[in-house]
Every structure is written in C-alpha cells, then in structure tokens.
C-alpha cells in the first residue's frame, strides 16, 4: 500500500514529471525496422510525447517531435529526403539534429532558422527495432543485450496495453503468480474447456529471492521436488531496470519489453530468438512481428494461453493501478523491492547521476543471466511455449515447432549413437 | 544543530484527498495515519523517500528508504506484545 502522492510520482512518465526525467535517461524501441524499410517516416508515441521517426535515404535514422515548430502541422505527413525531413505544409525542413536547414518560403539570408530547431532526439536500428533516446545529451549508448544480437530464428509479437507500465513491471517481481494463474488457473480453464494445460506451471514455490545488480534485479525461485542447484534458484533471471524483463529457456530466449507510451499506455512486445541445440536454423530475411491478440468479439479477455492471462491481470488492475487500497504480503516483497529501486533511481536522477542500467562504455554485447533448463522441464518447455503461449498467433508457428522437434530428435539421435559407442 | 537538519525534517505534505472503494477505505487511512514519517536512523523527512505497507499474518509492516541517509528498513507498529505460539 502508497500513498496516493507516491503512486503519481511512480507513475506519471511525462515530461515535467520526476518518473518522466528517470525514463528519460534509457533508450526505447519505438517502431519495426521493416517499417520504415516500407515507408520512411512513422508516427510514435513514447512517454507521452507524440514523435516522428524517418529513416533517410543514407540509412540514417532520426526522431522528433510531431508537430512542426512552424505552424505545428504534422511532421509524419513529411517528405523524408537526403539529409532530414521535410514539412508537408510549408516545406521547412530538418536534419537528424533537428537544425532547421531550409525555409523555403522565407528570405534568404534570414537568421530565423536558427531560432527554430526542433527538439530532435536519437533514434538507431539494433535487432529489427529502431530505438529512440529523447533525454539529456550526452546520450548513454545503446545497450546491446544478447537476446538483441544472438543467432537464431527471431520472432515479435506485440501489443498496446491500456495500462500503466509499472504494474506490469511489477509482474516481474512476482514469481507466485506463475503457479497460480499459468498453474491452477490454466487447469480450471483446461477442466472446463477439455483442453490440457501444461504442467510445467503448476509446481509449489518453496521460497524466492531478489538480488540486486548492476542492470536490475535477479529472480530466483526454488520449486517444490528442486533443490538450490536448478536453474531456477542458482541461475533465475533479471528484471532488466527500468521497463524489460530477460526470460528464457529450452532453446528460446526472449526479452519482454514494456516500453512507456504515456501514463495509461503500454508498447508490450515479446521479443524472442529460438535456438535449440543442434538445430539448422534457416535465414531469416526480415524478423515477422505480428498482433497479439488478447480480447475476444465480446469484449472479454482471452485466458486460454500464458501471455493472455498475464495481461487480463495487468489490464483489469485499471490504467493506473490504485495503489492506496491494495495489500501486500510477504509474498509480494520483490513488488516492495522494485518500488524502492525506482525511488532511490529517481533520487539518483534529481542528483545528476546516471541511474541503473544506463551504459556509457562501448561494448559488443552485454550477456544476461538466465536459466536454460526452465521449470526442470527441459526441450518439453519450448513446445509449451509454441502452443500455450503467444507463439500460437505466430505466423511462423510451424516452422518453430519443427525447429525445436527436429533439434530434439538430432539430440537424441546423437545420444543414442554415444551410448552405442560407449557400450 | 545547524539549519540543515530542519530543512529535512519539514512537514509532510497533507495527504491528498482519495475516494477508495468502500471495503478499503479504513485500511488506506491507517495507512495514511501511521506510516512512519521521519528516518529511524537520522531523522529525516520520509515524503522524498519511499514507505510502502505489507502484511505479515495480523502484522503491518513499513518498508521504507530514506533518501537522505539510505537507510533501508521495516517499520512494524505493535498493538499486543505476543510471545511464541505453542503447537
């Protein structure tokens, strides 16, 4: 339980506002790559900002804000060209720093071009996304995390969420929730509907622990039958700070991204790299990324798969979860632990610092832990994924399936001819 | 003591005025009425640092962070002093 004033500050990302400056220091995906490969200028929406993000014909990337400084006309009606964009309306164009260079209709030798830049920030490709920073120059670097630049078989779904990003952050930190709504929900679902619901979910946590480190908190779990050894506890995985979470495990790795759109809006995408051992995986041209969807024709949430009972859960806390008349338990501790985190960042911010997470050394990759062997249910857990989770909407649904079945076999071919050999 | 000590331990704002839904309203006043105001350890106003309430069995626990002197630590009220229970 907060008070009403502390679930503002932790919740309101605008500009101006003290969560909105925290934000500000990290950098967002914002559109698909294959996107501006289609068309070059794309209307956004991050942090309550309304952008614009082109792509020039240099493989440049830029964004600013929509309205044009000039008459405030809608730069995603502008003409993408050699060095900027260009205003429909009267033509004023602006480069990738958003210097005004041209106002055609003014006189020349005018000085009112440099009165009149737009508020530009930066935008880069990493992994089919175009990332945007829109904070303090100078901007931190672009975190390559491994899930963004390891091989494999690449798949996104995705889908605005109307709700707050923090409480779908604190899902993160809530590893209870797994045995109970993926575990004994999905059950009752799978009784009534005659369905079969997957197992590996429905294990008893014994205990769970959160620590701290440079790029988040870690989540352990010990299961029910698990000893300290597992993945699970020994390994976990991280809430990466401040909006993504790193999961994984039996050939597939992910990272769930919840970006900011506003104070009541949430860009959720899953995206995830299959790659199980020992499978051929073949090129990928472009990286499909499709709608999830999580409401049926009458308006009710869609339950019968992971991701979709998650959101019912996100969604029907309301678009800004009221924190002044909920209850906490022990149980809850990580949710506790990530509040604090986000209140000692934004102290951090009001001191000049940079906050967690923000990455200003050059580097190739930055690795994260994670646990392969998920729930103790080895290659099992890729196929529930596929069919229980999101992946189902997946166009590219077969194709993953038969990469992980095809891995599994070639791994128990190649057992099989290990165990001959050592008889 | 010098000035800076007072800055800190100015009042804390007035609670702004909320509707909970009915069933909750007593719980989110006693929330409002006993969370520690000031640092257990120097003091200091707690409105720029963080107090959240949980439960633990008929305890209610304040987890706070002073952002003046980082302390991290639980604030428990006691209505009754109770010893181990037997099994």
């Known amino acids: 339980m907060l008070s009403s004033e502390l679930n503002e500050t932790l919740t309101r990302v605008g500009p101006g506002t003290s969560m909105g400056e925290l934000l500000r220091r990290y950098w967002y995906p914002v559109v698909f790559a294959r996107q501006l490969d289609e068309f070059p200028v794309k209307r956004t929406r991050l942090l309550g900002e309304d952008l614009v993000v082109f792509k020039t014909p240099d493989g440049r990337y830029g964004v600013m804000p929509e309205a044009c400084p000039h008459r405030r006309a809608s730069l995603a009606y502008g003409s993408v060209e050699s060095e900027g964009i260009r205003c429909a309306y009267h033509g004023w164009k602006f480069d990738h720093e958003g210097r005004c260079i041209d106002q055609p209709a003014e006189m020349d030798k005018t000085a009112f071009k440099e009165r009149v830049s737009a508020d530009a920030g930066r935008a880069r490709e990493l992994g089919g996304l175009v990332w945007a920073y829109i904070g303090p120059e100078p901007a931190p670097q672009l975190p390559r995390y491994d899930v963004y630049v390891m091989e494999g078989l690449r798949d996104i779904g995705h889908t605005t969420l109307p709700c707050n990003f923090i409480q779908i952050m604190e899902n993160a930190v809530d590893p209870h929730h797994v045995e109970w709504l993926h575990g004994r929900y999905f059950q009752f679902l799978a009784q009534q509907h005659g369905f079969e619901a997957p197992s590996s979910f429905q ?76 499978a051929e995986v073949p090129e990928q041209v472009h990286i499909p990324e499709y709608e999830v969807p999580w409401l049926d024709e009458d308006g009710n949430h ?115 001819v290990s165990e001959t050999r050592d008889r | 003591m010098t000035a800076e000590p007072f800055r800190r331990l100015r009042a804390v704002p007035a609670a702004p005025k909320t509707s909970p839904p009915r069933e909750f309203a007593a719980d989110a006043a006693a929330h409002l009425r006993d969370r520690p105001r000031h640092c257990s350890r120097c003091g200091a106003c707690l409105a720029d640092g963080i107090v959240t309430e949980y439960w633990v069995a008929s305890d209610r626990v304040f987890h706070c962070w002073c952002r003046h002197c980082f302390w991290v630590g639980d604030v428990i009220p006691v209505e009754r002093m109770v010893g181990h229970e037997g099994t």
């Not at chain 1, 990530?338 to 911010?349: I, P």
């Open chain 1, 302 to 416: 869609i339950v019968d798969y992971v991701e979709g009972q998650d959101i019912m859960t996100w969604v029907t806390q309301g678009p800004v979860a009221d924190r002044t008349v909920e209850h906490l338990g022990k149980s809850d501790v990580g949710v506790v632990q990530l509040r604090r985190m986000y209140r000692e960042q934004l102290a951090r911010v009001e001191e000049g610092e940079d906050p967690l997470g923000v990455v200003r050394d050059e580097h190739d990759v930055i690795p994260l832990p994670c646990e392969k062997d998920k729930f103790g249910a080895g290659a099992e857990f890729a196929l529930q994924w596929i069919e229980q989770g999101f992946t189902r909407y997946s166009p590219q649904r077969e194709t993953l399936r038969k990469l992980h079945i095809d891995a599994a076999s070639s791994e128990q071919a190649s057992a099989t």
């Open chain 1, 203 to 278: 294990r008893r946590h014994v205990k769970v622990a959160f620590d701290e480190f440079e790029h988040g908190i870690i989540k352990r779990r010990l299961l029910e039958g698990h000893t300290e050894e597992d993945d699970d506890w020994k390994v976990g995985h991280p809430l990466v700070f401040p909006y993504k979470m790193r999961v994984g495990g039996g050939g597939v790795d992910q990272m769930q991204i919840r970006v900011p759109v506003d104070d009541t809006h949430t860009w959720f995408l899953l995206y995830t790299v299959h790659h199980p051992e020992g």
